[in-house]
Each structure stands twice: as C-alpha cells, then as structure tokens.
C-alpha cells in the first residue's frame, strides 16, 4: 500500500483556473515538502513544512498556497493557472524536518491547456 | 555556491561495464550526500548516501566516492544491468537542512 498518496494522479486544467493537489502521508513524518519536476527543471523543491508550519518557500510566485490542515497532510493550492505550470508534482516527506532521508509520493501529472 | 553540478546530462553503458556519474559542489559547509534514483514514470527514490567522515560507501553494486579536498563526489555502478536504467539524481544537504539537486543523469544500460 503506498503510503504517501496524491491525488488526482493525473489532472488537466484551463488557463486561468484554479486547482488543489493532495498529499497525505501514512509514515508517521513530522516534515512533508512539494516538489515540481518538467522537462525544464529536472527536480525542483517549492516548499517544506514541519509540524505543520512553514519552513522554507522557494517558489516566487504566490499562485502557488500549500495547505496543512492535519499534520500528515499538506495540499497546494495553484490558482490563476499557466501553461508553464505543466509538470509533475511531487508531494515528499521525511523523519524529522530536514531532508536527508526523503520518500516520495507518486506525483500529479498537471496539464494546463 | 548553493549549487550542485552534475554530469554527464546522458551516459550509455553497456550490460556489465561500470556506469560512473559525476557530481561537484562548492559550498564546503554541505555535509550530506544522497544518490536518488528514478525510473520511468515513477517518482525519485534514495538510493545511497555518504557523510563527509568518509570517502567511500558500499552498498552492494552501488558505491559512492567522495573526494572532499576537491569538493566531487561521484556514483559507480558495477556490472551494470538493463534494470538499472534510470535517471540519477545526486544532492547535497546544507547547514540549513537544505538539499541542492543536480540536474540529473540519465543512464542507459544496453544488453
């Protein structure tokens, strides 16, 4: 069973719309992160979160709103969406809050026409 | 100086040589070093790791060393099998528990 889920596993969306990414972990980590991956940037880390409180934001843009509603979840909320944003996200968690032993989720494949 | 730099972007080997990826840094404060590989379609997974207190690691036919005088560590990969084709991914973890990704490597194994 995996044990960090995301959901939808694939999601296609129009210019402009707004749409919620999912992730809940069933490891018992304290840390959950978001990760984007496309053909321009092979692995690119967004954000990082401990005990549910923000620890790092390396996205610029605010279209982009993770969620921590329970400690083993953390959604991310895209809105005003863009082609470019087309790419696979990845949610992530680890043991303790930083990132030196990561699993990852199978990722949502996000098109945006 | 946060960067990570990997290489070659591409490596084909054939089933049975040693496969060898790349990786250099800059910033000497970096103190963990993780190899994460992904296949296909699936999502990144650690594959093997090293700390600084040693320059080398085993883990069966995967071995990571690390020369920090130069700041290069690098993946071999012994007697390399068609199921090792993937894309590798090195890193290195700051003092800000921070992980700088390499741009990856995307190996091909031919049988």
């Known amino acids: 069973d995996p044990k960090i889920i995301q959901k939808p596993k694939y999601l296609v969306a129009v210019t402009g719309s707004e749409k919620i990414l999912i992730c809940e972990q069933y490891?018992?980590?304290?840390?959950m992160y978001w990760y984007r991956q496309s053909a321009k940037k092979p692995l690119e880390f967004m954000f990082s979160?401990?005990?549910?409180?923000?620890?790092d934001n390396q996205t610029a843009s605010s279209r982009f709103q993770p969620q921590s509603s329970k400690k083993n979840h953390l959604d991310l909320q895209i809105t005003a969406l863009k082609p470019d944003d087309s790419a696979t996200y990845f949610c992530?968690?680890?043991?303790?809050?930083?990132?030196?032993?990561?699993?990852f989720g199978a990722g949502t494949r996000l098109s945006v026409l | 100086q946060q960067q990570v730099r990997q290489s070659p972007q591409s490596l084909t080997v054939w089933e049975g040589e040693t496969a060898i990826l790349n990786c250099s840094y800059e910033?000497?404060?970096?103190?963990?070093f993780p190899w994460y590989h992904q296949f296909p379609g699936e999502s990144p997974a650690l594959l093997i790791a090293?700390?600084?207190v040693s320059n080398k690691k085993e883990d069966g036919r995967f071995t990571i060393f690390f020369n920090k005088r130069e700041k290069k560590f690098s993946l071999h990969i012994a007697d390399s099998q068609p199921g090792d084709s993937a894309t590798y991914f090195c890193?290195?973890?700051?003092?800000?528990?921070?992980?700088?990704w390499g741009s990856g490597t995307k190996l091909i194994i031919k049988p």
């Open positions: 992530a968690s680890s043991p303790q809050g930083w990132q030196n032993t990561l699993y």
């Open positions: 490891l018992g980590h304290n840390a």
């Open positions: 979160y401990s005990y549910q409180k923000l620890m």
């Open positions: 910033d000497s404060t970096f103190d963990y």
């Open positions: 090293i700390r600084p």
């Open positions: 890193a290195a973890s700051n003092s800000n528990y921070q992980l700088i």
